[in-house]
């Protein structure tokens, strides 16, 4: 049985852009574009440079909710030894799920610190412990800009998804229950793991978990969205390749609007990366690889295969990605150093 996300929350908690006219070469000397981003802020730390290789990106998992200390810095720095053109995210990088914006800001400042050790640039996805309230949303728009959007790189197209439109907010009884286990992985994270870990085992029994975090596991994607993405990919008829990126897996979630997506993309190729399950999976759907990524720093929420820290090495080539699943305790240094201490 699969264990879902909102499940395994409330479980845990109880027991506690310009258009192409030809398909473009992989290979193509073509400089990052941006399309959606409005004035202000963009939701990258730097426009990836011209340069005439492959496109070759890393995609990383959740580094939250209930991040294990040090797993997602140390992570940055790995990830900047094999210097991909950027990083992409598929979101939930600070806890969130807080209506004080102080503690919201100073979530973001250390990853922001953590971000910088990788010296790549970083493409930031909206997950729902980064968007889940009116003040997360206020600071994602005035740190990121946009929750969704879409830029060319490389003869590629990346088309980046916000799950959270609307967010959806946490109770107030909820959010400090979870909180309560934020501060324990803080200031003793071999405690919390052995009440995750027991959790996790004994998760198929009856009448553990509440109903508290079902509205989690809702993919909300907006009417205005799924315009916006219309548009895009009319605009973009014949890219080498196109790569969706959204935080929660919405083809696991009878998600009417991303089914909508999915007749959009067409026959074009193309790959969907996800995240929020804390749990690899890889689908074949008509021939597309839809990706969800496990942890870059988040807890575990059930045992199996696909439990991991990794990232994901993506290379554009003439036939199409190819793909290096990278675990993060097997990614080391000169010295053999993974300089990681809690990753699975």
Request: neutral net charge.
């Amino acid at each position: 049985m699969m264990i879902t996300r909102a499940n395994f929350l409330r479980g845990l908690v109880a027991t506690t852009a310009l258009p192409l006219t030809a398909r473009a070469a992989p290979h193509e000397v073509e400089a990052f574009q941006a399309a959606g981003l409005g004035d202000g802020h963009a939701p990258f730390s730097a426009k990836p440079r011209i340069g005439t290789g492959p496109l070759r990106f890393a995609v990383i998992g959740d580094n939250t909710g209930i991040a294990r200390p040090g797993v997602f810095d140390a992570a940055m720095t790995q990830i900047g030894w094999l210097r991909p053109d950027f990083i992409l995210s598929v979101g939930d990088l600070i806890e969130g799920y807080s209506d004080d914006k102080a503690t919201i800001g100073r979530q973001w400042d250390a990853v922001e610190r953590s971000i910088a050790k990788a010296d790549v640039p970083f493409i930031h996805t909206p997950g729902n412990h980064d968007v889940d309230n009116a003040v997360t949303l206020d600071v994602w728009r005035e740190r990121r800009g946009p929750g969704y959007y879409a830029f060319t790189y490389k003869g590629a197209l990346f088309i980046i998804l916000n799950t959270e439109d609307p967010p959806t907010p946490m109770s107030d009884k909820m959010a400090a229950q979870f909180y309560s286990m934020v501060d324990m992985m803080a200031k003793d994270p071999d405690k919390a793991e052995k009440t995750i870990g027991d959790y996790v085992a004994n998760s198929a029994k009856p009448n553990i978990r509440s109903n508290e975090y079902a509205e989690a596991d809702k993919c909300n994607i907006s009417n205005k969205q799924l315009a916006f993405v219309r548009d895009t990919l009319a605009r973009h008829p014949q890219v080498a390749w196109t790569f969706v990126v959204l935080h929660k897996p919405a083809w696991k979630m009878a998600s009417p609007a991303f089914a909508r997506i999915q007749a959009m993309l067409g026959q074009r190729p193309y790959t969907v990366f996800a995240g929020h399950t804390h749990y690899f999976t890889h689908d074949v759907l008509d021939g597309h690889d839809l990706i969800n990524m496990a942890t870059t720093g988040g807890i575990k929420q059930q045992n199996g295969p696909g439990t991991l820290d990794h990232t994901m090495l993506v290379t554009l080539e003439p036939s199409g990605p190819r793909y290096a699943n990278i675990r993060l305790s097997g990614l080391m240094d000169v010295a053999g150093d993974s300089l990681q201490v809690r990753a699975y």
